[in-house]
C-alpha cells in the first residue's frame, strides 16, 4: 500500500455476512412483480438507513418496482464522488426458492438472484458499512444508485441512471465477475427486439386451409433470425406466446429477440437486418419487427482503465491478482461507460448458473469482493494528485 492510502483492518464475519445475504435472497423480487420488487427495495432502504446514509425513495417506471437513491455521510457529501451503481429486481418468479433454496453446500451458496446480482450488492454495502466501522473515511463521498428494471433493459431507468451518473467522478457496478478473478472493462452493445406474426383465423377442423397459422409464421422467422448469428453478431429469440384455443388457426403470435455484438457499428448493421424482415401484406397478414431496448457499446477508454489500475493495486495489496476483459450480456454499465464516464463493472461475486435453477456464489468470494470494494474506495480520489 503507498503512504497516502490507509491499512485495512476490516471486522468482517462470513457467518453474519451469509445470514444478510439470506434475507436478501429469500426476499423475491422479479422484475414485473412490483409488490416484490418493492419488499426488496424497502429492506435495503432499512438496512441503508441503519449503516447511517440518506436514502430518497423513487416511484418506479410505470408498472415496475421503485428505486432507491442514498448517500453516506462524509464531509464531502454533495460533491461529485462514487456510485456504487445496482439492480434488484431478479428474473426469477416468486415460489423460485421451492426449487432452488438458499443453501450452503461446501465452498457454494445457492438462491435465486444471489449471483446476479444480490450478492454483489450486498458485498458491496458491507465494504461500505466496514470501513465506517474501522473509522476509516474514503477520499470521496459515496452514493448509492438501486434501480428496479435492469433485467429488462432499463426500458424505464436510463435517464434516472444516465443524469445520477453525470453527477460523480467514478461509477463501481457489482455485476457477477468474470471467470478468473475479474472484473468488467466493456461490454457488447445489445439491442431487443418485439416481434409479431399476424395470421388468418378459422376454425382447425372445419376450415383449416381458410386460415393462415401465425404460429406458424413466427416459427419459420426464428429460423431465419437465429440463422442470421454469425462472427461479428448473435440473433437469438427467448420469449415466445402465441394462440388461444388450439382449434382455431392462429390470428397472432409474439415473440422478443435479442441481438448482441461486440461493436456499435455491427449492432446497427444487425438492426437494420431485423427491421428489413417487416413484410405486412395487403390483407393484414405478415411479420412485423419493432425495435426496442438498446444498449450502446462500452469500450474501455483511459478513464475506465485508470479506474481498472487503482482496483489492481487494491487487489494486490490483499493478495490477489485482478484481471479485465469486455464481456457479453448487458448492464447498466454499458450506459454510464458509453458516457464516458469512469466505470468499472464485475465487482461483484464470483459463480455460476444465474438465470438458471443452478444460481451460485462461491462463498469466498463474499469476504474477497467485500474487501476488494473496500479497497478501491479508499483510493479513488478525484484526481490523480490526490493519490
Same mark, same amino acid.
Given at each position: 500500500m503507498?503512504?497516502?492510502?490507509?491499512?485495512l483492518?476490516?471486522?468482517?464475519?462470513?457467518?453474519?455476512?451469509?445470514?444478510?445475504?439470506?434475507?436478501?435472497?429469500?426476499?423475491?423480487?422479479?422484475?414485473?412483480?412490483?409488490?416484490?420488487?418493492?419488499?426488496m427495495?424497502?429492506?435495503?432502504?432499512?438496512?441503508?438507513?441503519?449503516?447511517?446514509?440518506s436514502?430518497?425513495?423513487?416511484?418506479?417506471?410505470?408498472?415496475?418496482?421503485?428505486?432507491?437513491?442514498?448517500?453516506f455521510?462524509?464531509?464531502?457529501q454533495?460533491?461529485?464522488?462514487?456510485l456504487?451503481m445496482?439492480?434488484?429486481?431478479t428474473v426469477?418468479?416468486?415460489?423460485?426458492l421451492?426449487?432452488?433454496?438458499?443453501?450452503?453446500?461446501g465452498?457454494?451458496?445457492y438462491?435465486p438472484?444471489?449471483?446476479d446480482?444480490?450478492?454483489?450488492t450486498?458485498?458491496?454495502?458491507?465494504?461500505?458499512?466496514?470501513?465506517?466501522?474501522?473509522?476509516?473515511e474514503?477520499?470521496?463521498p459515496?452514493y448509492?444508485?438501486?434501480?428496479?428494471?435492469e433485467?429488462?433493459g432499463?426500458?424505464g431507468?436510463r435517464?434516472?441512471i444516465?443524469?445520477?451518473?453525470?453527477?460523480?467522478?467514478?461509477?463501481?457496478?457489482?455485476?457477477?465477475?468474470?471467470?478468473?478473478?475479474?472484473?468488467?472493462?466493456?461490454?457488447?452493445?445489445?439491442?431487443?427486439?418485439?416481434?409479431?406474426a399476424?395470421?388468418r383465423?378459422?376454425?382447425?377442423?372445419?376450415?383449416?386451409?381458410?386460415?393462415r397459422?401465425?404460429?406458424?409464421?413466427?416459427?419459420?422467422?426464428?429460423?431465419v433470425?437465429?440463422?442470421?448469428?454469425d462472427?461479428?453478431?448473435?440473433?437469438?429469440?427467448g420469449v415466445?406466446?402465441?394462440?388461444?384455443w388450439?382449434?382455431c388457426v392462429?390470428?397472432?403470435c409474439?415473440?422478443e429477440?435479442?441481438s448482441?455484438?461486440?461493436?456499435q457499428?455491427?449492432?446497427?448493421?444487425?438492426?437494420?437486418?431485423?427491421?428489413?424482415?417487416?413484410?405486412i401484406?395487403e390483407?393484414?397478414t405478415g411479420?412485423?419487427?419493432?425495435?426496442?431496448?438498446?444498449?450502446?457499446?462500452?469500450?474501455?477508454?483511459?478513464?475506465?482503465?485508470?479506474?481498472?489500475?487503482?482496483?489492481?493495486?487494491?487487489?494486490?495489496?490483499?493478495?490477489m491478482?485482478?484481471?479485465h476483459?469486455?464481456a457479453?450480456?448487458?448492464?447498466?454499465?454499458?450506459?454510464?461507460?458509453?458516457?464516458?464516464?469512469?466505470?468499472?463493472?464485475?465487482?461483484?461475486?464470483?459463480?455460476?448458473g444465474?438465470? %438458471?435453477?443452478?444460481?451460485?456464489?462461491?462463498?469466498?468470494?463474499?469476504?474477497?469482493? %467485500?474487501?476488494?470494494?473496500?479497497?478501491?474506495?479508499?483510493?479513488?480520489?478525484?484526481?490523480e494528485?490526490?493519490?
Amino acid at each position: 500500500m503507498d503512504a497516502k492510502t490507509p491499512a485495512l483492518n476490516l471486522n468482517l464475519d462470513l457467518d453474519q455476512m451469509l445470514d444478510g445475504l439470506r434475507r436478501w435472497v429469500e426476499c423475491e423480487s422479479p422484475t414485473f412483480n412490483v409488490e416484490a420488487v418493492n419488499r426488496m427495495m424497502s429492506l435495503a432502504a432499512s438496512e441503508l438507513t441503519e449503516m447511517g446514509a440518506s436514502v430518497e425513495r423513487i416511484a418506479g417506471p410505470t408498472g415496475l418496482g421503485d428505486c432507491l437513491r442514498a448517500s453516506f455521510p462524509h464531509p464531502r457529501q454533495g460533491e461529485p464522488g462514487v456510485l456504487i451503481m445496482a439492480h434488484l429486481d431478479t428474473v426469477h418468479p416468486v415460489g423460485t426458492l421451492e426449487k432452488l433454496p438458499f443453501r450452503r453446500d461446501g465452498s457454494r451458496c445457492y438462491g435465486p438472484g444471489i449471483l446476479d446480482m444480490k450478492g454483489g450488492t450486498f458485498a458491496a454495502l458491507q465494504a461500505v458499512r466496514a470501513l465506517a466501522d474501522a473509522a476509516i473515511e474514503t477520499p470521496l463521498p459515496v452514493y448509492v444508485l438501486l434501480t428496479s428494471d435492469e433485467e429488462i433493459g432499463s426500458p424505464g431507468t436510463r435517464p434516472l441512471i444516465e443524469a445520477e451518473a453525470k453527477r460523480h467522478k467514478y461509477v463501481l457496478v457489482p455485476e457477477p465477475a468474470r471467470e478468473n478473478n475479474g472484473v468488467v472493462s466493456g461490454r457488447y452493445a445489445i439491442a431487443r427486439f418485439n416481434l409479431t406474426a399476424q395470421g388468418r383465423p378459422s376454425h382447425a377442423g372445419a376450415a383449416l386451409k381458410k386460415g393462415r397459422s401465425a404460429i406458424r409464421e413466427m416459427a419459420q422467422q426464428i429460423l431465419v433470425i437465429e440463422d442470421m448469428t454469425d462472427e461479428d453478431c448473435t440473433f437469438s429469440v427467448g420469449v415466445v406466446h402465441g394462440g388461444r384455443w388450439v382449434n382455431c388457426v392462429s390470428t397472432e403470435c409474439r415473440a422478443e429477440a435479442l441481438s448482441m455484438a461486440k461493436r456499435q457499428a455491427d449492432l446497427d448493421r444487425g438492426i437494420m437486418r431485423m427491421l428489413d424482415r417487416n413484410a405486412i401484406h395487403e390483407d393484414g397478414t405478415g411479420f412485423k419487427v419493432e425495435l426496442g431496448v438498446v444498449r450502446p457499446v462500452w469500450e474501455p477508454d483511459e478513464g475506465t482503465m485508470a479506474l481498472f489500475a487503482q482496483a489492481e493495486k487494491a487487489a494486490a495489496s490483499l493478495g490477489m491478482r485482478l484481471s479485465h476483459g469486455s464481456a457479453g450480456g448487458g448492464s447498466d454499465g454499458n450506459f454510464t461507460g458509453a458516457l464516458g464516464i469512469p466505470t468499472l463493472d464485475g465487482l461483484g461475486l464470483s459463480g455460476d448458473g444465474y438465470h %438458471t435453477l443452478e444460481e451460485h456464489i462461491t462463498v469466498d468470494s463474499l469476504l474477497e469482493r %467485500t474487501q476488494l470494494m473496500a479497497g478501491l474506495l479508499i483510493r479513488l480520489s478525484k484526481s490523480e494528485a490526490e493519490r
